[in-house]
């Protein structure tokens, strides 16, 4: 008998909610259980014990039952008045209805869920081996219409009973368990193959939600990119491999995970059955999400943060490394979509023009640090607002430059950023578990064997500890690139939407035409110079100001007070646009040698 046993019960599906009761033996006198504060992959605290109503508990012997309510230790620990040996039911109750990667959602068409949302684990007990059954009524069926399936990466089977289909869930340990998630739901799939020497490992693709995409399409695009990834890689730390997608009006997104990945994308963002032979600009962004969570299975699930080995579900566990996981993957996902022939030299370097300017559009670049962005991710990168872009700078987007600046830098040294990736993942496959932590201090032994140690450090002091500007123009020059650039338009420093009452600001550049006069985030600008307020009017008197000294006055409502403001003409004092990168293919022997990597 597994001493964890989970039942997961769907009957309310309505209501958004899900019965759980959870079976164990006490190794211990007055045991505890717990739910983790967050999500592997997702660094903010998410709270997810919020949607747990009461916690009650069944004591089992030979005499009697005893039922007590628990009584809550903090925010996600809860402890059980019992003896070691007892066996003990824990049943409860959990809302959801969260519809993003990272947390379970129900209702009539769709029961997803991420254990980290919906298991309480036991404390101590965490490594055991666990049966969880997902019990899904006839009534739920009923509703569809229609043949639901399940997707999960666990072994599964599945047993009918009298107006219920069970699915039978096993797990290793508590870890397999919430880096597994499930969905049962409508779902379209195809499967394909991947070679690894004399493998062949199996991967699925379902999709649930509204669509009417070409699959067929998706299917041979996807098959080239997986084995791009495995023939770089050598194997695979999976068996196989589960990509579960839910296609939705605009939700955007995806998740890592131990065997699988979770996404959600527009629908748009699917190939059409009319799509060319180079993919839309929509369906390279769906492809680049597939190949930034599938390398992930390498560059975060097997090689992570050493501190990541053992992490604190129940608090923030902090790496300055995420520049180096998160940023490392979003230059190679796109790297992966020309290398395998899915998209062509010309589009991957659209879509690097595209992470330069939003690079060049981030004025908080020159204060803050690709490594403190790692570390301060669980207050800021999830929490953006209308500062953040003044106030810092992502590990994605910076992360995915600097990983671009050292290719570039390695490539001019007889190495690439895919020999150093390589050899971390050697050095994990060799493990019993698969596992290898990264240091500060162990990257730097590997830099230190690809680069003279002076150039790394030069390197790591200016583009990683510091805020110094990438060399980005002299790098892609070098590589053969021709670079054309120009001031964006950026509109008096401000970002703006147009709505039925005037202008809505959304952020506002420091230092900026718009700073000057006091504009803030969330104004509405209803008339400059004594007319309505348009973008077209706007425009125009910012053309007028460059030849003109006079201001531009603007009624503004903040809040639902009036206020006039005066935006003073550019002068030397405000804020240069940032410039817009246009990057085209020139001397295609260099640029070959980088992008036809081998």
């Known amino acids: 008998m597994n001493k964890i046993h989970y039942q997961f019960d769907f009957k309310r599906f309505r209501e958004h909610l899900v019965d759980v009761t959870l079976t164990f033996t006490a190794d211990n006198d007055n045991p505890i259980v717990w739910l983790p504060a967050w999500i592997a992959g997702s660094y903010m605290i998410r709270e997810f014990s919020k949607h747990i109503t009461a916690v009650t508990a069944t004591i089992h012997d030979t005499n009697a039952k005893n039922n007590q309510r628990l009584k809550k230790l903090d925010k996600n620990h809860w402890q059980i008045h019992a003896k070691q040996g007892d066996r003990i039911s824990v049943t409860y109750e959990v809302y959801a209805y969260d519809l993003s990667v990272r947390g379970a959602y129900v209702d009539e068409t769709r029961l997803y869920g991420n254990f980290t949302s919906l298991a309480l684990a036991v404390q101590g007990q965490e490594n055991q081996a666990i049966k969880a059954e997902l019990i899904c009524p006839q009534d739920f069926y009923e509703v569809n219409g229609v043949e639901v399936s399940l997707a999960t990466a666990l072994p599964e089977k599945m047993h009918q009973q009298a107006r219920q289909t069970i699915y039978q869930l096993t797990a290793d340990n508590y870890e397999q368990l919430t880096d597994s998630p499930f969905e049962i739901a409508e779902q379209d799939e195809f499967w394909f193959d991947v070679k690894s020497g004399e493998n062949s490992i199996a991967h699925r693709f379902v999709i649930s939600g509204v669509q009417h995409s070409d699959l067929e399409r998706l299917e041979t695009d996807l098959s080239k990119i997986c084995q791009s990834y495995v023939d770089w890689l050598g194997d695979t730390p999976f068996d196989d491999y589960l990509f579960m997608t839910m296609a939705t009006s605009s939700d955007y997104g995806g998740l890592e995970h131990l065997a699988s990945t979770s996404l959600i994308t527009p629908r748009d963002d699917l190939p059409t059955f009319f799509e060319q032979a180079e993919p839309s600009e929509s369906y390279q962004r769906f492809?680049?999400?597939?190949?930034?969570?599938?390398?992930?299975?390498?560059?975060?699930?097997?090689v992570r943060p050493e501190v990541f080995l053992t992490a604190n579900f129940n608090q923030e566990t902090y790496t300055t490394l995420l520049w180096v996981f998160e940023g490392f993957t979003s230059y190679v996902d796109d790297?992966?979509?020309?290398?395998?022939?899915?998209?062509?030299?010309?589009?991957?370097?659209?879509?690097?023009?595209?992470?330069?300017?939003?690079?060049y559009q981030t004025h908080g670049r020159?204060?803050?640090?690709?490594?403190?962005?790692?570390?301060?991710?669980?207050?800021?990168?999830?929490?953006?607002?209308?500062?953040?872009?003044?106030?810092?700078?992502?590990?994605?987007?910076?992360?995915?430059?600097?990983?671009?600046?050292?290719?570039?830098?390695?490539?001019?040294?007889?190495?690439?950023?895919?020999?150093?990736?390589?050899?971390?993942?050697?050095?994990?496959?060799?493990?019993?578990?698969?596992?290898?932590?990264?240091?500060?201090?162990?990257?730097?032994?590997?830099?230190?064997?690809?680069?003279?140690?002076?150039?790394?450090?030069?390197?790591?002091?200016?583009?990683?500890?510091?805020?110094?500007?990438?060399p980005l123009f002299?790098?892609?020059?070098?590589?053969?690139?021709?670079?054309?650039?120009?001031?964006?338009?950026?509109?008096?420093?401000?970002?703006?939407?147009?709505?039925?009452?005037?202008?809505?600001?959304?952020?506002?550049?420091?230092?900026?035409?718009?700073?000057?006069?006091?504009?803030?985030?969330?104004?509405?600008?209803?008339?400059?110079?004594?007319?309505?307020?348009?973008?077209?009017?706007?425009?125009?008197?910012?053309?007028?100001?460059?030849?003109?000294?006079?201001p531009a006055v603007c009624h503004v409502f903040r809040r639902d007070e009036l206020l006039v403001l005066e935006v003073p003409p550019v002068s030397d004092a405000h804020v240069k646009q940032p410039q817009k990168w246009t990057l085209t293919a020139g001397d295609t022997i260099k640029l070959d040698h980088w992008l036809e990597w081998k």
Not at 287 to 300: I, P
Not at 335 to 359: C, H, P, T
Not at 371 to 400: C, H, M, P, Q, V
């Open 474 to 550: 002299e790098l892609l020059s070098e590589q053969g690139v021709s670079i054309e650039q120009k001031d964006d338009d950026i509109t008096w420093g401000m970002k703006y939407m147009s709505e039925p009452t005037g202008l809505k600001v959304q952020r506002v550049v420091r230092n900026s035409q718009a700073a000057a006069a006091g504009i803030s985030a969330n104004d509405v600008i209803v008339a400059i110079d004594g007319l309505k307020a348009s973008e077209k009017w706007l425009k125009a008197t910012a053309k007028t100001q460059t030849i003109s000294e006079d």
């Open 287 to 302: 492809l680049g999400l597939c190949s930034h969570e599938y390398f992930h299975a390498w560059w975060v699930k097997t």
């Open 366 to 470: 020159a204060l803050q640090s690709v490594a403190e962005s790692s570390f301060d991710a669980w207050i800021k990168l999830y929490r953006s607002d209308e500062n953040t872009a003044n106030a810092g700078i992502s590990y994605y987007n910076k992360g995915a430059l600097v990983a671009l600046c050292l290719d570039l830098t390695l490539i001019n040294h007889g190495k690439r950023i895919f020999d150093v990736i390589k050899v971390f993942y050697d050095k994990a496959r060799v493990q019993d578990n698969r596992r290898f932590g990264m240091t500060d201090a162990n990257l730097d032994d590997i830099m230190n064997e690809c680069l003279p140690k002076d150039v790394w450090q030069d390197f790591r002091a200016n583009y990683i500890d510091g805020t110094t500007e990438l």
């Open 335 to 359: 790297f992966m979509l020309q290398k395998s022939g899915v998209i062509s030299q010309d589009s991957y370097l659209k879509l690097l023009a595209e992470q330069i300017n939003r690079y």
